[in-house]
């Protein structure tokens, strides 16, 4: 009888065992259910996002460096195309930072202003690579990168809306870019205010949770794990006759007259026709005079400046632009459809928008792609040491 009821016994506890559901054990011993960033956590750690700190734990509370936020980042979105890459890489983060900087995402920030890579050697600065991220250095990081996946608040929005939603947006030392930046982060809903009251507080220093939340928040946001858009190079375009040739006259090429206004519509135009991220290199990239169809020798970021022109203006437009050196005096000239080049690089960039400290621009060959919006401000300018604006009107 004894024995009966022992089977009886384990027979019940083995059903019980397969009816009940199994409770998944949390990734990282110091996350908890309970804790504010707990799904947002999970989310990264099982798609591979991050990794823990050993011993089971995540540290949460503790500082994500600048490296290991950009190594987030780049696993989220070009985590497949990385592992194409079968480059040797000296330091761990020498192929998340070389990723993220041929592909735009260090622009303007401190990291991405120091030598990438030299004879085969990583030449990242380790002291920054190392120390904890600011949350506007996050701010300019993500907008790097949403403003080539996603539609961005529109200028108006982020000036005269967004702005007044952030009491320290011009409190502390961040520049016109990095105010930007902050600015449409924010109306997207990827980084949020630190208090009731909206501050931002872009010189705190984030921390691995924070990070883990603002990530997913992005993922949400673009909808799915993606690299930047490429689009048809320039030989399909002149053969395809998407690029639009007419006699240079009085009128813009359209016919409209020639106001700021109208030069900027006119520009814009082209974002459908070199959008963010075409491939646009000194090898890649010529203009071509569609009168004679040779190559004229110019490429890269001079050749788009030039084919701009001849969008805007007409034919012959570039050749009579009016040269003015730039200085303290000549930058509050500067105005849509000038074609800015900045000799000591050199490069060139076309303007979109004209402000008192700063330009925003379209450009070729910038970390070999083409590139709207960036921000070019007058300190930044005026560091050159020559620099000359050529302006068709």
């Known amino acids: 009888m004894k024995n009966k009821f022992i ?22 011993r110091d996350v908890p259910k309970g804790h504010w960033a707990y799904n947002a956590i999970e989310e990264m750690a ?45 330091i761990w983060y020498g ?46 990081l ?35 870019f990095e105010q930007f930046a902050i600015a449409a982060v924010y109306e997207l809903g990827c980084l949020s205010g630190t208090d009731k009251q909206g501050t931002f507080s872009g010189d705190q220093l984030m921390t691995r949770a924070q990070a883990c939340a603002v990530l997913s928040r992005v993922q949400k946001l673009v909808g799915k794990a993606g690299s930047t ?20 006259g009085e009128t813009l ?23 963010q991220g075409m491939s646009c290199t000194n090898e890649n990239f010529h203009y071509i005079d569609p009168r004679t169809g040779k190559d004229t020798g110019n490429s890269g970021c ?6 701009i022109f001849d969008h805007v203006f007409g034919y012959g437009s570039f050749y009579e632009a009016k040269a003015v050196n730039l200085t303290e005096g000549s930058f509050g000239s500067i105005k849509p459809g000038d074609h800015i080049r900045i000799k000591d690089l050199p490069h060139s960039i076309v303007v979109l928008e004209a402000a008192e400290d700063y330009v925003k621009v379209v450009e070729g ?29």
Do not use: C
């Open 142 to 176: 993500l907008y790097n990168y949403l403003k080539q996946n996603v539609a961005l608040p529109t200028e108006d929005t982020l000036r005269n809306v967004t702005a007044a939603k952030i009491p320290d947006l011009g409190n502390h030392d961040a520049t016109v």
């Open 365 to 393: 060959n910038f970390n070999k792609k083409v590139y709207w919006d960036n921000i070019y401000t007058k300190e930044e300018l005026l560091g050159y040491q020559k620099v000359t604006v050529y302006s068709a009107y």
């Open 95 to 140: 192929k998340v930072l070389q990723w993220a900087a041929e592909n735009g995402l260090l622009y303007k920030m401190e990291i991405g202003s120091i030598n990438r890579r030299a004879s085969g050697a990583e030449k990242w600065n380790k002291a920054v690579a190392n120390a904890p991220i600011y949350r506007e250095e996050v701010a300019v």
């Open 229 to 248: 858009t490429v689009g048809a190079d320039w030989v399909k375009l002149v053969e395809s006759g998407k690029i639009k040739q007419e006699l240079k």
């Open 46 to 90: 099982d798609q591979g996002i991050i990794s823990g700190m050993g011993n089971g734990k995540f540290a949460p509370d503790g500082y994500v460096t600048t490296a290991q936020f950009v190594s987030m980042l780049m696993r989220m979105f070009f985590g497949e195309e990385m592992a194409m890459d079968d480059t040797e890489y000296s």
């Open 7 to 28: 089977s009886f016994l384990l027979a019940s506890v083995m059903t019980v065992s397969m009816v009940l559901p199994v409770q998944a054990a949390d990734t990282f």
């Open 253 to 275: 090429v359209n016919g409209a007259e020639v106001t700021e206004k109208n030069v900027a519509s006119r520009i814009n135009e082209l974002r459908r026709v070199y959008p």
């Open 302 to 307: 001079y050749a788009l400046a030039m084919y």
